[in-house]
């Protein structure tokens, strides 16, 4: 009782890292993107699932497809931009054309080729993936038929989904521009700095001083932002759910200081007071195991791709509400490109204390990290007074002071790493 335990080798073993990418990248849901990235017909974005490329697109119809980014007959990537509209995709090798359904719409000198007759009866088309949702607009795959359905990979976890959907009268979007970057370290410790509100104080002291400067009027920069030295006293916490997704929340002391903020009385016109009071304050949600929704200045969506046991990719995003008035758009942008952005005053100072981390590792004969006991006396199994206002079933929750800074929350991803890795058990035993 009263203790978690994480051995280090999950953060630095190569064998472990690939049966991560076979047991969890690819036997799991994976997020691979917004609908509204693909808002028309023949629209496409291309992603990776686990080790493996896709293809998100709409056909004619509007319909939205995930199929394989193979093609069928000799194997190259039949679509090689990340983003774009085409009726067809052409191979680039022998030129065979697939549409924007994934069907395959011609095979260069077919009738000259003197195929065997079983050749016609068999399917050309490009393969989709073996499971596709869609959750108001998010966007998941799956490489397997075994998976519980989306809503039940999501359970409750999908009303934070909501908070952010119901931002915008129609939804939300991608703001032109991505951020791509890789760091050298763990996909795990971005896993767990999404949730991390300990490492606040003592990563990002420049943020903060910067901030000061503002409020004096020293730095000569008008933007207005939020100050992490007002979080001492107020009342925050997190929750754990099933297939381990997790959010941590806590009160915004300076809620006008959001671009949702103007709109805030149309927003409860919609939703109700309780959910637009849940809207201004922050919360981080983390969908296990590779899409992140951080909402403590601006909203960022940040896409997780391990590489290599110490080598992850980045792709970051900020979002909006459709139809944003232009002043609080721009207004997001600007908190977006202050704090979150791949040149922010944040992102960086991650980044650096990632690879610092992962540098640590090479010390063997550590063996078990001691970074999630904070919280320990005060997590409590099911819902509490603030799980209730939004009427969900945590697994688990904690309320009290922001200064806990609580590290229970990282306990729910590692449960269901473990799980889905019991798996490889085994699979490694029937080979």
Known sequence: MGEFKVHRDVFRDQDIFDLEMEHIFEATWIFVGLASQVPDPHDFITTWVGRQPVIVSRDSKGELHCHFNTCPHRGATVCRQRAGSAKAHVCPYHGWVFDSAGRNAGIKNQTQGEYHHNFAEGSHDLKKVARFGNYRGFLFASLREDVPSLEEHLGDARVFLDLIADQGEDGVE???????YT?????????????DNYHLTSTHPSFMRIVERRKKGDSGHALETSDFKLLDGTVGG????????AVIW???ATPQVRPLYKSIDKVVERVGEVRANWMLGVRNLSLFPNVQFAENISLQMRIIRPLAP??????????APKGEASEARTYRI???EDFFNSTGLATPDDLKVYEQCQEG??????????????????VKNGPDEFADQLGISPATS????????????FHGGYREWLRLMKRAECTLADR
Request: charged fraction near 15%; aromatic fraction near 12%.
């Open 174 to 180: 991608l703001l032109p521009g991505a951020g791509l």
């Open 183 to 195: 760091y050298r370290a763990n996909w795990k410790l971005q896993l767990e700095n999404c949730l």
């Open 238 to 245: 997190g929750f754990t759910f099933p297939h381990g997704h």
């Open 250 to 252: 806590h009160g915004n």
């Open 310 to 319: 110490d080598l992850t990719e980045m792709q970051i995003h900020c979002v």
């Open 334 to 336: 600007r908190l977006y």
């Open 361 to 378: 590792y090479r010390v063997w004969s550590v063996s078990e990290q001691q970074g999630y006991h904070r919280g320990m006396a005060l």
């Open 398 to 409: 904690v309320s009290g002071n922001f200064e806990i800074q609580d590290e229970t929350i």
